[in-house]
Nanobody
C-alpha cells in the first residue's frame, strides 16, 4: 500500500506564496503519475494540477495557470506544488494523489488509486 503525506500548508496573506510537498512511501514512485486536488467544505473536490511519471507532461486547471507550478523529484519520492499569487479563493484542503503504474496524470479524481490525508491552506484577504 502506498502512503502519501502532504506538508507545507498554512496561513498566508493574499499575494503570498506557499510550497506544498507530498512524500510517497514507495521507491516505485517514479512509476506513479501524480496529481493535486483541493476541497472546500461543502463542495466537491476539484482538480488543481497533474504531472506524468517522468515530469514530461503537466496539466493545470485553468484557475491556477500562471500561478501554480507542479514538479516532482523521483530521487526523493516527492511531488511539489509551488503556489504563488495566492488568493482567498485558494483556501482549501489540498490533497495529493497517485495513479500507480500509470504514465500520465488525470484531472479525474476517480482515476487515482491512493490519496494523502490533505494539508490546509488558508489565504487571508
Amino acid at each position: 500500500q502506498v502512503q502519501l503525506v502532504e506538508s507545507g500548508g498554512g496561513l498566508v496573506q493574499a499575494g503570498g506564496s506557499l510550497r506544498l510537498s507530498c512524500a510517497a512511501s514507495k521507491r516505485a514512485f517514479s512509476t506513479y503519475a501524480m496529481g493535486w486536488f483541493r476541497q472546500v467544505p461543502g463542495k466537491e473536490r476539484e482538480f488543481v494540477a497533474t504531472i506524468s511519471w517522468t515530469g514530461g507532461y503537466i496539466y493545470y486547471a485553468d484557475f491556477v495557470k500562471g500561478r501554480f507550478t507542479i514538479s516532482r523529484d523521483n530521487t526523493k519520492y516527492a511531488v511539489y506544488l509551488q503556489m504563488n499569487s495566492l488568493k482567498p479563493e485558494d483556501t482549501a484542503v489540498y490533497y495529493c494523489a497517485a495513479r500507480i503504474n500509470i504514465t500520465l496524470g488525470s484531472d479525474r479524481e476517480d482515476e487515482y488509486d491512493c490519496w494523502g490525508q490533505g494539508t490546509q491552506v488558508t489565504v487571508s484577504s
